[in-house]
């Protein structure tokens, strides 16, 4: 049976224990050399640096583009696209659409986007702004001059743009966010407002509708960017075989990606090597096909701008 300690006992204990600890500071005190005059080593966090490849920003990298279809259609237009620099680079990529193409350029030069996919006259914008950079341009099937298309239904009456007076029509709002609805190429024809020439029109970015509701006969013609006719009508054996272009505008030059003058030059290098290099891989063919794209090559800013004065 274990016996009780007394109150004598416990204070002998504590005293000792008391001293014990006393001695260890006292030589741990003379072993760090803290006498005759040295002074203690001083350790300041205050200029610790943290090293340049650890510092990450964990958001995904934002790719902006004027959307030239319905949200649905344009992310999935892209999303191969994204899904290949992301595997490529390393990084992550997100879509961010934008229905007015000046959003796209203010977006890029408060550096809420990393890159863009900009018009001629966008990209020109922006370069005379802040510097706005183009690190690829598309060839677009085999050119780099692209079109647009006036569409009906192939099993109507309509064969011209003078056909379409007193018809319904749908224009692609890129012109309206610039103050225009018109044109150029149509203006000899509709020489005089839409409201007269027209019965009824219409005028947005969802190109992917507009092919729906001249298939459905809502609407009679419509203006197309050759890229979503490629990509949606010709795909289609039923679009293609019910669908028909009347008129073209004049060629124009293709858009470019560009990116901020200040964005980080490893970043930059490293999208710009996928996209120059994405025609030699595999799945990067099978991403251009997709877009009816040949693939991207690099340019000069004053050599894309005297392609554009050749216009």
């Not at 890029?108 to 890159?115: C, E, F, N, Q, S």
């Not at 090597?273 to 340019?299: A, Q, Y």
Request: proline share 4%; with cysteine.
């Amino acid at each position: 049976m274990r016996q009780r300690m007394t109150g004598s006992y416990m204070n002998s204990r504590f005293y000792l224990l008391f001293a014990s600890l006393l001695l260890s500071i006292l030589v741990i005190t003379l072993s760090s050399g803290c006498f005759e005059g040295e002074e203690a080593l001083k350790v300041s966090l205050e200029r610790t640096e943290i090293p340049k490849n650890q510092i990450t920003d964990e958001r995904p990298l934002r790719i902006g583009v004027f959307s030239m279809a319905s949200p649905k259609t344009t992310m999935e237009f892209y999303q191969g696209f994204l899904g290949h620099l992301s595997e490529n680079t390393g990084l992550d990529f997100e879509l961010v659409q934008r229905d007015n193409p000046a959003e796209i350029n203010y977006l890029l030069k408060t550096r809420y986007l990393d890159a863009a996919f900009v018009r001629e006259d966008d990209y020109m914008e922006g370069h005379g702004d802040f510097g706005m950079e183009v690190i690829a341009v598309p060839v677009i099937h085999g050119d780099l001059f692209y079109s647009s298309y006036v569409i009906v239904r192939s099993d109507g009456n309509i064969n011209s743009l003078e056909d379409l007076h007193n018809k319904r029509f749908a224009f692609n709002t890129y012109r309206f966010n610039r103050g225009e609805i018109v044109p150029e190429y149509m203006k000899p024809v509709i020489n005089e407002s839409p409201e007269s020439f027209f019965s009824s029109y219409i005028y947005s970015n969802s190109q992917d509708n507009f092919i729906d509701m001249v298939l459905q006969g809502t609407i009679d013609g419509a203006e197309v960017d050759c890229i979503m006719w490629a990509y949606i009508v010709e795909n289609s054996v039923d679009y293609s075989s019910n669908l028909k272009i009347i008129d073209s505008s004049p060629p124009q030059l293709v858009p470019v990606i560009a990116v901020h003058p200040g964005i980080d030059k490893e970043l930059k290098g490293k999208i710009q090597t996928s996209l120059l290099r994405m025609h030699d891989d595999p799945e990067g063919r099978v991403v251009l096909h997709n877009m009816h794209f040949n693939m991207f090559v690099e340019m000069e800013h004053s050599t894309y701008a005297s392609f554009g004065n050749e216009l």
